[in-house]
């Protein structure tokens, strides 16, 4: 079964489960899936129109779904399927 | 106030590459263990700025970067428990860009560094109503290996 690695600051939402295995054969399946399971997921990771949250990126092993097909990207038996929350940030002013 | 306990050889490694990466900004992740709200930093690992343009002002984590951090932590049993960055020539107050994508649960550790030499050091975590508060930050000097 493939395995969805749920980012850190998420797992309060998975009852602190880390990992979670599926057998869906898409992105969009097993994400829906997963949110099933865990409701209170679901307006962390999914927006109002269904589609993923635009600062959560979707990677399967080291690629990026958006060059897979996106949602409807494949998934493998021993794929390892990551939900990323972007990090980013800095200093509020110009240095000049 | 939360507090945080950041041993001394995480804070050398955060506190060499803000002096390094100077006058750019720094970035990287922090691991360690969060028990009954009792939080302690025992690694930092450096990862690199991926900001495209200014990073004397901005700084960006890569996706695989991400990956590879809570893969990290799962196979060695740690908890990533948030990431540092550098704010050079300012203050380590949280921005509104750093708040912008901020996540619950992370501790976001800033190191103010002034002309290349860190000046101080202070962690913030998001709270119910979605802005930043400060935790106290205790560095554990007895952790030296």
Known sequence: ?96 | MKKLILEEKAFNIIAEHGSTDFPNECCGFLFGKDKEGKRTITEANPVVNAKQGDQRRRFEIAPNDYIKAEMYALQNDLQLLGVYHSHPQHPAIPSEHDLKVALPFFSYVIISVIDGIVDHIRSWQLNDEGTFEEETVQRNIFSLN
């Open chain 1, 1 to 96: 079964m493939a395995q969805i690695i749920i980012p850190t600051p998420l797992r309060k939402y998975t009852e602190e489960q880390a990992v979670f295995t599926t057998d869906q054969p898409t992105v969009e399946l097993a994400i829906n899936e997963l949110v099933n399971k865990f409701p209170a997921l679901k307006t962390q990771v999914i927006d109002n129109s269904g589609k993923l949250r635009s600062f959560i990126k979707v990677f399967i092993g080291e690629e990026d779904i958006r060059g897979l097909g996106g949602e409807q990207a494949t998934i493998g038996d021993k794929d390892v399927v990551s939900l990323i929350p972007a990090i980013a940030g800095g200093v509020s002013v110009s240095l000049n």
